[in-house]
């Protein structure tokens, strides 16, 4: 009885470790995510290595990647990318597609092109909305994965 | 021999309950580390939770507390309808929010909840001479320049940390590209606090915050 008892808790506070868990889970999501913005700059995007995603072409493309989110509240964003001349950002958008967040414009460091970090700033997440990470990558530019806490 | 056989089997059962005892009290012991650890988790995430909880509370306390020295001594049935029903145009500075009284707003964060404290963020915040005139140069640029020629700037407005824009266009579809790549130029955040159309006119309301703070949303 009492071992059923103890197997009925570990059940019951792993349920509840598992839902706050997920409640303010860290989420990664891979540079292939991305998409380009406009059909005729598909053919400039080509998946690098196993998941991160390139521009082949001679000039910036604009690149998008959508995450749906249910967590209400704030969440910091960031985009880990190749680069010295490509700006991103971050929106929650609503559903009807509009923004409603705007987050403001984070530009590479310039110099080199390098493997670098953007923070793309703090969204704000309503009920059932949707964060949308934006990317103006440049050419020989590889976007590597971004996050979202 | 039977005796012997009886001896034997006696021994090899309780060799054999002793065993089974072993084990569960082993596998006791290891579901009580592992329900120690889980608790340990557990009171983790809860105290993580618990502490966003409680800068929600905070903001959403704070942004009642603005209220009711702004609005307190207001007629309750002066008011407008409630969050659930907000206006789509906000409120101006001199009836900031009048659409919420204070006691219904929830701690909760729906849109319409968002707007009412940025709103009254906005309409409770000072100004600040110095950043209000730098960041109403900077819009005025950004819009001079991005703004479709069809389109005008309706109120501009900059306090310590917000600035309240209200936009007029002649349709939905001159807003979508400004609002896509139009306030780029701007450092800092900005929600869209209402789009709606008016008569003839297609309005968006903005707030811009200053850079590196958020929008008390």
Known sequence: MKAFQTLAKVCAFGVVALTAGTASAWQYYPGSAFKASFAGDVSCLNVQSYSAIRNDCTTARLVTATVPMWTVGWHPTSVYLYGNNTWCETTTVNGVGNGSNLGATTYTLAGPMQWQSLNTGDRYVWEDTALVFRCNLQPGGVIGGFSID | ?217
């Open chain 2, 1 to 217: 021999m039977s005796s012997r056989l009886q001896t034997f089997l006696a021994l090899f059962n309780t060799a054999a309950v002793v065993g089974v005892l072993l084990a569960f009290l082993g596998h006791q012991r290891t579901s009580e580390q592992e329900l120690a650890a889980l608790k340990e988790q557990v009171r983790q995430a809860s105290a993580s939770a618990t502490a966003n909880q409680g800068d929600r509370r905070a903001a959403a306390e704070a942004a009642m507390r603005m209220w009711a020295s702004t609005h307190g001594a207001q007629n309750p049935t002066a008011r407008g309808p409630g969050p659930s029903q907000p206006k789509a145009t906000p409120p101006g500075d001199d009836a900031t929010g009048a659409d919420a009284p204070p006691d219904e707003l929830p701690p909760t964060g729906s849109f319409e909840e968002s707007r009412t404290r940025v709103f009254t963020a906005f309409a409770n915040e000072p100004v600040d001479n110095d950043w209000s005139g730098k960041a109403t140069q900077t819009l005025n640029e950004t819009l001079r320049q991005h703004l479709p020629s069809n389109s005008r700037v309706k109120a501009l407005d900059c306090r310590a940390t917000l600035c309240r824009v209200e936009l007029v266009h002649r349709s939905a579809a001159d807003s979508a590209p400004f609002m896509m790549s139009g306030l780029r130029s701007w450092p800092g955040a900005i929600f869209v606090a209402s789009e709606a159309q008016e008569g003839e006119d297609y309005v968006v309301t903005l707030i811009a915050a200053k850079e590196g703070t958020r929008p008390p949303l």
